[in-house]
Every structure is written in structure tokens, then in C-alpha cells.
């Protein structure tokens, strides 16, 4: 069965860094898209961007294109999110999906990312 | 303004119907698939409707999509309510660049 499975929750002073991974299973990797999804807490969802694990492109929500950046590794089937410049409203969970057509079919569990001096 | 605008919550009672809207502020509701997801509290979202209409496996037939082009917007309407239908939804679609998610709705079943 398709799974995607995220690193555990973080918690990060302003200014810092973080690298959040996906590890897929149960499909071929590199014939889906991924995306991730944000969601502060008691907020609504917010896609921030989109990887193809075949190419390596990507397309970026412009609000965040400028600290975040996809990637992926085919020989482990594994998507991650790294944030830079970190700041206090980063405070979210973070989502990765598979992409399916025009649908996200399957979804990671979360990563709670906690930006806090 | 919201690409995608959806009602700040909703509610109705078990076995009744209820519609949530989604409605798109510029271009055709009709130029991209909507999708509509499911996030119960503490959980990961799931797809209840995607291209505008249709069910993935194991989605029961209560749920339904549509499209209306005269509102340039997207229904996702609910039969026959129970409890476990209580959630956060949201509609997502394209606007050109990217994937948009509507605010989402609360969806109370009392």
C-alpha cells in the first residue's frame, strides 16, 4: 500500500535551519509528483510547492520560493523540505502528497515544525 | 482576496443534506479540476472529490461534487450526515500558476 512517511516534529531558534523528509513506499517513486502543504496552527492549508522526483523540477508558491527548497532522492524514495531563515510564522505542520492527475492521493502524517527562541 | 472562497463553517443535523460552496474569484470555475478534501482534527487530509466529481475507492456515495459556471463555483454536497462527517473541508484547484487551497469550512454536524 502507498505510504508516505515524515521525520519526526523539530523544534528550531529564529534564523535556523531545518530539513524535513518524505519516504515513499508501496509505489515507483519517480513516476509521481510530490507536493507539500502547509498548515499553521488553527489555519488552513497552504501549498507551497511541487517536485518531480523523475526531473527534479520544481514550481514554488512565490511567498516562499526565496528559504524553501525541495528535493529528492530516488535511490531511497525520499522527498524533503528544507527552510532556511526561519522565522517565528514558520510555526506549522508540514504536509507532503503524493500527486495522482490533478489530485493528492495520499498524504505523510505531518511534521510539526517549531520556530521559538 | 481569496482565489478560492469558501464559508467560514457550516452546520446541520444528523440525516440531513448539506452543500459546501467554493467560489472562485477570477476565470472560469470550468478551466480547472476542483478538488475537495477532508481533515479531521488531528489528522492528515484526505480526498473526498477530485476532478470536480469524482469519488476515490472506498469514499462512500454520500459525497458528491459539482460545478455551477452561472456562480463560478464548486459544491461539495453531504447526504445523510452522521458524526463521523465532522471536519475541516477544503477545495483546492489551479489558478495558472499554482495549487490554491480555499480557507476551508468547519463542518458542525449537530
Known amino acids: 500500500q502507498v505510504q508516505l512517511v515524515q521525520s519526526g516534529a523539530e523544534v528550531k531558534k529564529p534564523g535556523a535551519s531545518v530539513k524535513v523528509s518524505c519516504k515513499a513506499s508501496g509505489y515507483t517513486f519517480s513516476s509521481y509528483g510530490i507536493i507539500w502543504v502547509r498548515q499553521a496552527p488553527g489555519q488552513g492549508l497552504e501549498w507551497l510547492g511541487w517536485?518531480?522526483?523523475?526531473?527534479?523540477?520544481?514550481n514554488y508558491a512565490q511567498e516562499v520560493q526565496a528559504r524553501f527548497t525541495m528535493t529528492t532522492d530516488t535511490s531511497t524514495s525520499t522527498a524533503y523540505l528544507e527552510l532556511r531563515s526561519l522565522r517565528s510564522d514558520d510555526t506549522a505542520v508540514f504536509y507532503c502528497a503524493r500527486v495522482d492527475g490533478y489530485n493528492f492521493d495520499h498524504w505523510g502524517q505531518g511534521t510539526l515544525v517549531t520556530v521559538s527562541s | 482576496n481569496s482565489f478560492l472562497t469558501q464559508p467560514h463553517s457550516v452546520s446541520e443535523s444528523p440525516g440531513k443534506t448539506v452543500s459546501i460552496s467554493c467560489t472562485r474569484s477570477?476565470?472560469?470555475?470550468?478551466?480547472?479540476?476542483v478538488q475537495w478534501y477532508q481533515q479531521r482534527p488531528g489528522s492528515s487530509p484526505t480526498t473526498v472529490i477530485y476532478?470536480?466529481?469524482?469519488?476515490p475507492s472506498g469514499v462512500p456515495d454520500r459525497f458528491s461534487g459539482s460545478i455551477d459556471s452561472s456562480s463560478n463555483s464548486a459544491s461539495l454536497t453531504i447526504t445523510g450526515l452522521n458524526t463521523e462527517d465532522e471536519a475541516d473541508y477544503y477545495c483546492q484547484s489551479f489558478d495558472g500558476n499554482n495549487q490554491v487551497f480555499g480557507g476551508g469550512t468547519k463542518l458542525t454536524v449537530l
Open positions: 476532478e470536480d466529481n469524482q469519488r
Open positions: 517536485i518531480s522526483p523523475s526531473s527534479g523540477n520544481t
Open positions: 477570477s476565470g472560469s470555475i470550468a478551466s480547472n479540476y
